[in-house]
């Protein structure tokens, strides 16, 4: 074992604070009391926090010293075997790159500023459910959280991720259902729980697939088998790795895309993704300073952390799910936002909103972008919730909007701060200055690729423009023909489909052609081919000299084909396809342009309509809250602030101004290359350069960014005036306006029906289902037994008073007093006794021949079972 | 290595049991105390053999390179001797009963400690008799997890059974002759079928070293030659002639190895229990004291996972391929609908009852696949099930002892009421939860890891899988759903005086809560001990 490096012992101790300062509250917590514990706390996560900061300084110099990749490359080697799964061992291990350095970091910033609020804040929280103070254990929660958190930032293999995951998510339970002494707050605890465990379902399913098909749990060798695998000549997850699923069987590509989709249910579920969403809005019944943390900032992006860590594993079509996936949830709950009228609603609404921008930035590709976003969201979006905690706080617990009004008279730290927030968050920027906040940077970004992604992959090159349409449309109708499981196989077989349809690979697959052009253009740089075809490994590498050729570029380092089935195809498919277009570019073969182009096309207009929505709500939550007049004269005359809370909020009001761009951005640009060169789908800006990122320019798909300048950089400017003038005269035009869409703020105040129906479907539908078993085995199951146990008593009662007591007995008593009336009349002419000894040596007699039968039999039996078993 | 300490540790608790009735009644917990605690202690002294066998190096040396190899204690001694047959008293222990020993031990003191407000029992007499039935009871368990010769093993398991019988129905709630009937009549159902089988057995090994005698070289000293049947689990499972003849005989018709498999099988699952046979444990636990869930809980019901371990599957592994399918339904229906069964329930204890049938249904599960993995999470499954379901028991009987009912809807707010017990009853149900870095996590994970591994030899091993991992969410349904009802909420009136846990309640769920965390953290303090013995199974039956 290698020695560690200063960096995994700063990160591994900085783990370690906070769990030492759950094991002392949970054992001294009551007796520090009130404001004592708290600061157990926040001194943990400061020292903490100080070790993230000592790291982040120290490991830029390397990067600058280009030592970094060596220190990565040493943290791996450092492992402790925690379990034998088989032969696989289960390491545990410190991750350490430019990823973990940056999301460690600014967990335990935020973190520690939340906590140092969360002293304030708690100080007139916790006392007033029970008689007793749980002021210690919510510090206590929060340790163990920030162990979790931190633990899952570090951990080098999925397993452990895993487990920390579950944790976090354990804490997040525990602080939502703080006050569990309301029923709405445990309600939503394990709401939270019971959802996420759903997503874990699929994450759990991934694991093993991760386990079985690459045979390790590490991130990196997982990555590296993966890639492995894909290069080698019989390609992806071939051979004997398929699944089969009661005779419909799975192998090849269409297996890896449920491995990356099953990682990524877990994610769903942690980022409160649609269709698992539901319990994040239900989760703001934990304390204020708790949302801010784990449900804004922290374990909710812990979704999108991890789809950037296992981003090399996934296929273009696992890709193009998490990307739906999160287009849906970044529109639908934006609009839902529009209507909310709870403070921390809104801000949780606006979360998923936001987290579904950062989803579907991964989904595009747009690594750097989404993780980019995740970091300015955090802290903006912590800051905004300890804004609204602040306003809840000041105005004696009151969290619906429509009673506030005129707050920034009374609040003003808070309402300045809120509003750079809404600024952040709004996208606020100088289009083509390259001036603005974190938010506009990161959404951009995110928007960009998306745009890159819909409209310049889908062009085709003009060399390879024709003679392909042949061989997609003959295999579209092919597979067609059949019905059932067997054309479901005959599509993963050998479509160059992992599961979706035609056109998502094709689009996926022509893509890097266009970043070729690109990326040697604006960077010197080629992702590696992709190639999905629909014949054999055989005919791959047949034609994958001539493809070298036409493209005139080199594949080291790319696969020799891709080969989806996991036997040859020596059908009329390869023979359809070489007949078709033998001396094109193979990869054109598959490539075609529609529904899956079209279908980015879509997600990438719903994402920028939301770039609108986004603003007029956060600007509408902010006027409502504190512009003008006071709405409710008691919640006005209450409103304070109080310093303990503002000035963690001016500490991160002042870190979404400056931070986001020229730290974290060239930090996450640094992990990239090695995170997301993926070999199936390149991460988009995975190539970023770094020098110009540092620099604060967007030199990389510059197109989209000019083009987006014009489309989404005024939307914040816009939208503002929408809501201020919707908003300016208090809220009769509002109502107005709510009673004119009728219906459609009815849908979105109920937000979709999703709870009435997941209540009445899942949870009312799995109890009742639990009641029918519960009847099975009271009545059932156990009349079964019961009825046998009756049978046999009746049969005894049958047997001992029926036959034995009539039957038998009557037989012998009747031969009894047969043999006596015989005897009796046998004895009238005699006087001796001599029935006595007839009868005894009668029924000796009987006896002797029953013994020796019964001796018979037995000393032959054994004998004769023995033989009929030879 | 031969040695008497394991008969010692089986029998300590019968001369316990002894004293318990000899001496006087003010004295008689104390002495089950001592006794329980000196087993324990014993137990203890069986580990130092084992030590190191986490390293590669060290686990053939430890668990030898075969099934059999490397038995340690051994004490062997000719018992009753026929013309024809010897029955011997054979002890030994290798990787596959050693943890079970140690938590058979452990549980028994925990549960003689339960126990010691005998005096305020509602039925507070006979205390010696309890006592003593309670460390009989422990002989009996010690012993079949020990023994390996299959009449002694019989033997043990019917010892098992009578002290059991009595704790229900003398001890036990207001239904407590039917349990106790149950209980008894259930198990006496499979012990018949185990009694066919063993005479079977004996009958077929002695025909199969007739038939091949060049074959029948013994594995004690590799060397000598069987020219009788025998009833030594061991030889029965490694004597190529016996193994020979046994796959290819038949029995009444029927291929021997599937018919004996399944003989001995009924008689384990309903120990395990597996539905449908499960359904003598809900009534059973219900109407039984807290001490003797526990044990029910904790102990016996890892007899079922340790047959199949030890009798069914080295001995017919044909059978066990052969009912591969069917053991791995029922493991699943098990998981699904014991966790659907416990959320419906209304009485605490019947749904930590259900949970078990739930649980255990991932023992069976993870044998049924036959793969290393499964071996391991079946194994360390019925270990941390023999952790968690005491303690769940216990908690439900600490507040039963309070509030003399049992309903889960009356109950509500008692973590603000007592919260140290509170938060012993969150980590001991966030464990039988499966929570990861607790002892119920690892168990599940592997089994669920195992079952998949088995994809290409069983075509239903994925979505097996596939149903077993949904029932984690059921499973955390429920739980939550529990914790919910009875500790959450706000504190009622009825509830609010009851004093916290008492200093020997917290002592009883200290080791057992410290313990749920040690095997989620480090799963390798229970792996290391059996991993070795469970390759040599599988080595031998694959």
């Known amino acids: 074992m290698e020695s560690y490096s200063n960096y995994e012992i700063y990160l591994m101790t900085g783990t370690m604070i906070p769990f030492v300062s759950f094991v002392i509250l949970m054992l001294f917590g009551h007796r520090l009391g009130k404001p004592l514990s708290g600061w157990v706390t926040v001194a943990a996560m400061a020292s903490s926090c100080a070790l993230a900061t000592m790291t982040l300084v120290g490991w830029m110099g390397e990067i600058d010293g280009g030592t970094s990749a060596g220190l990565t490359a040493a943290a791996q080697l450092n492992q402790v075997t925690w379990a034998h799964l088989g032969s696989i061992p289960l390491n545990v291990g410190v ?129 590296a088998r993966f890639a492995e695998q894909y290069q080698s000549h019989i390609g992806l997850f071939a051979g004997d790795m398929t699944i089969d699923l009661l005779g419909w069987e799975i192998s090849g590509g269409m297996v890896a895309t449920m491995m990356g989709i099953g990682l990524f249910c877990g994610a769903m579920g942690k ?200 061989s997609t449309t003959d295999d579209a109708p092919d597979s067609m023909t059949h019905t059932g499981p067997q054309a ?69 380092g790319a696969p020799a084909g891709f080969a989806l089935a996991s036997d040859p195809q020596p059908d009329e498919h390869g023979a359809a396809h070489d007949a078709g277009g033998g001396e094109h570019h193979p990869a054109a073969g598959a490539w075609q342009r529609s529904g899956g182009d079209r279908l980015w096309r879509v997600l990438f207009w719903c994402a920028l309509a939301t770039a609108y929505v ?62 997301s060169g993926g070999i199936l789908v390149a991460g988009y800006d995975g190539v970023a350069d770094d020098a110009a990122a540092a620099a604060g320019q967007l030199i990389h798909v510059h197109e989209a960014h000019h083009w987006l300048a014009y489309g989404v950089g005024g939307s914040w400017l816009i939208a503002f ?66 009825l046998l146990a009756r049978m046999t008593e009746r049969l005894a009662n049958f047997s001992g008073n029926g036959v034995d007591a009539r039957v038998v007995d009557g037989v012998f008593n009747g031969i009894a007093v047969t043999s006596f009336d015989i005897s009796d009349m046998f004895r009238s002419p005699q006087t001796g006794r001599i029935r006595n000894y007839v009868l005894f040596a009668a029924g000796g007699a009987a006896l002797i021949v029953l013994f020796l039968i019964v001796m018979a039999s037995l000393s032959a039996g054994p004998v004769a079972v023995a033989s009929t078993g030879g | 290595m031969d040695s008497t300490l394991l008969s010692w540790l089986v029998f300590v608790p019968t001369i316990g049991a002894v004293a318990c009735l000899l001496a006087p009644r003010e004295v008689t917990r104390t002495v089950a105390m001592l006794a329980s605690g000196i087993s324990f202690v014993l137990s203890l002294f069986l580990i130092p053999p084992f030590l190191g066998a986490g390293d590669e190096m060290n686990a053939a040396a430890v668990f030898g390179s075969s099934y059999g190899d490397a038995l340690h204690f051994i004490q062997r001694i000719p018992w009753i001797n026929g013309e024809s047959f010897t029955i011997e008293y054979f002890l030994g222990l290798d990787g596959l009963n050693l943890p079970l020993v140690i938590l058979t031990t452990l549980i028994s003191l925990l549960a003689v400690w339960a126990s010691w407000n005998f005096d305020e029992w509602k039925i507070n007499k006979g205390k010696k008799g309890y006592f003593a039935l309670l460390l009989l009871l422990e002989t009996g368990m010690l012993g079949t997890f020990v023994a390996l010769d299959f009449f002694l093993f019989y033997i043990f398991w019917e010892v098992m059974l009578l002290p059991m019988y009595f704790l229900i129905g003398v001890w036990g709630g207001p239904r407590k002759e039917y349990a106790a009937i149950k209980f008894f009549l259930f198990t006496l159902a499979g012990s018949v079928l185990m009694l066919v089988a063993l005479v079977a057995m004996f ?182 099930h ?94 939550l759903w529990l914790i919910q009802r009875v500790y959450l909420g706000p504190q009622k009136p009825e509830y609010a005086d009851y004093p916290e846990a008492t200093g020997r309640e917290m002592a009883i769920l200290m080791p057992l809560a410290a313990l749920c965390v040690v095997l989620g953290v480090l799963p390798r303090v229970v792996f290391d001990y059996m991993n070795g013995t469970l390759r040599n199974i599988l080595d031998q039956i694959l």
């Open chain 1, 95 to 223: 991750k350490l790159d430019s990823l973990t350095v940056v999301m460690y970091f600014m967990v335990t910033f935020v973190a520690t500023w939340i906590f140092v609020f969360s002293v304030g804040y708690m100080a007139g929280h916790s006392d007033e459910v029970d008689g007793q103070s749980k002021y210690h254990r919510f510090f206590c929660y929060l340790s163990l959280f920030g162990f979790s958190m931190l633990g899952l930032l570090c951990s080098s293999s999925l397993l452990f991720l895993f487990v920390f995951w579950e944790l976090v998510g354990l804490c997040s339970y525990l602080l939502i259902g703080f006050y569990f002494d309301r029923k709405y707050a445990s309600n939503a605890a394990i709401k939270a729980f019971v959802t996420n465990r759903v997503g874990d379902f699929g994450f759990l399913f991934g694991l093993m697939m991760v386990a079985f098909f690459l045979g390790t749990f590490d991130l990196e060798q997982a990555a």
């Open chain 1, 271 to 470: 980022s409160a993704q649609f269709p698992l969403h539901v319990w994040l809005p239900d989760a703001m019944a934990g304390p204020t300073p708790v949302s801010a943390l784990i449900h804004a900032a922290t374990m909710v992006a812990a979704g999108v952390y991890l789809v950037a860590r296992v981003f090399r594993l996934l296929t273009p079509d696992a890709q193009m799910f998490i990307a739906i996936i999160g287009a849906i949830t970044l529109t639908l709950m934006a609009l839902i936002a529009i209507v909310q009228v709870d403070i921390k609603k809104c801000l949780a609404y606006s979360t998923l909103s936001q987290l579904g921008y950062m989803i579907f930035g991964m989904g595009c590709g747009a690594w750097i972008a989404a993780l980019f976003h995740l970091m300015t969201h955090a802290f903006f979006k912590a800051m905004l919730f300890l804004c609204s905690g602040q306003v809840i706080e000041g105005c004696h617990h009151e969290q619906d909007m429509r009673k506030m009004g005129g707050l920034i008279r009374k609040m003003p730290v808070t309402a300045f701060t809120f509003l750079i927030g809404v600024l952040a968050i709004a996208g606020f920027g100088i289009p083509l200055a390259g001036i603005g906040l974190g938010g506009y940077f990161s959404k951009d970004e995110i928007l960009a690729v998306a745009w890159d992604r819909a409209f310049l992959w889908g062009e085709p090159l003009e060399h390879h423009g024709d003679g392909h349409a042949d």
């Open chain 1, 488 to 556: 479901i196989r005959l599509v993963s077989r050998h479509a160059h489909v992992f599961g979706w349809n035609g056109g998502v690979i094709a689009g996926a697959s022509a893509a890097p052609t266009g970043l070729v052009e690109f990326g040697r253009r604006d960077r010197g740089l080629t992702p590696p081919a992709i190639d999905y075809r629909p014949s054999g490994a055989s005919q791959d590498r047949d034609t994958s000299r001539d493809r070298d050729a036409s493209r005139g570029r080199d594949t080291q």
């Open chain 1, 614 to 675: 986004t603003p007029f709500y956060m600007m509408r939550a902010w006027w409502m809250t504190f512009m003008g007049k006071p709405r409710d004269e008691h919640v006005y005359h209450h409103a304070h602030e109080s310093p303990l809370m503002w000035f963690p909020l001016v500490v991160l009001a002042v870190f979404t101004f400056v931070s986001s761009y020229w730290l974290f951005r060239p930090l996450i640009a640094d992990a990239a290359p090695t995170a």
């Open chain 1, 721 to 786: 005036i929408a809501a201020i003038a919707i908003y300016r005269g208090g809220l009769a035009l509002p109502t107005r306006l709510k009673a004119a869409f009728g219906p459609i703020a009815t849908l979105l105040e109920r937000k979709y029906y999703f709870d009435e129906v997941y209540g009445l479907v899942f949870v009312k539908g799995c109890v009742a289902f639990a009641h029918v078993c519960r009847f099975v085995d009271t009545y059932i199951v156990d009349m079964f037994a019961n």
């Open chain 2, 203 to 384: 009958f077929y090994s002695g025909a199969a070293v007739a038939e091949y005698p060049e074959l029948a070289v013994s594995y004690r000293d590799g060397a000598s030659v069987l020219t009788t049947g025998t009833f030594d689990l061991i030889e029965l499972a490694t004597n190529e002639a016996i193994q020979k003849y046994f796959g290819e005989s038949l029995f009444l018709g029927w291929r021997f190895a599937p018919v004996m498999f399944i003989f001995l099988f009924v008689g384990f699952a309903v120990k395990l229990p597996a539905v449908p046979v499960h359904t003598w444990l809900p009534d059973a636990h219900v109407e039984a004291p807290t001490p003797i869930s526990m044990i029910l809980a904790g102990v016996l019901l890892k007899m079922g996972g340790y047959g199949f371990l030890r009798l069914c599957y080295p001995i017919f592994p044909s059978g066990g391929q052969f009912w591969a399918g069917t053991l791995a339904a029922i493991g699943v229906v098990s998981i699904l609908y014991g966790a659907l069964c416990a959320m419906a329930q209304t009485d605490f204890k019947k749904l930590v009852a259900y949970s078990s049938v739930s649980h255990m249904g991932y023992v069976l599960l993870g044998i049924a696949v036959m793969t290393e993995t499964g071996f391991q999470g079946a194994m360390f499954q019925m270990i941390a």
């Open chain 2, 386 to 479: 023999g952790i968690s379901s005491p303690m769940c028991f216990f908690l439900v009987g600490v507040i039963y002892d309070r509030a003399h009912h049992r309903e889960i809807n009356r109950f509500g707010g008692l973590w603000l009421t007592m919260p140290k017990y509170g938060t012993m009853a969150t980590i001991g149900f966030f464990a039988s939860l499966g929570l990861p870095g607790l002892c119920g996590f690892v168990g599940e994970v592997f089994v669920l890891l195992g079952t998949f591994e088995a994809r290409h030899t069983f075509t239903w091993a994925v979505p097996a899988a596939i149903l077993a991992a949904a029932g984690v969410i059921f499973t955390a349904g429920y739980i």
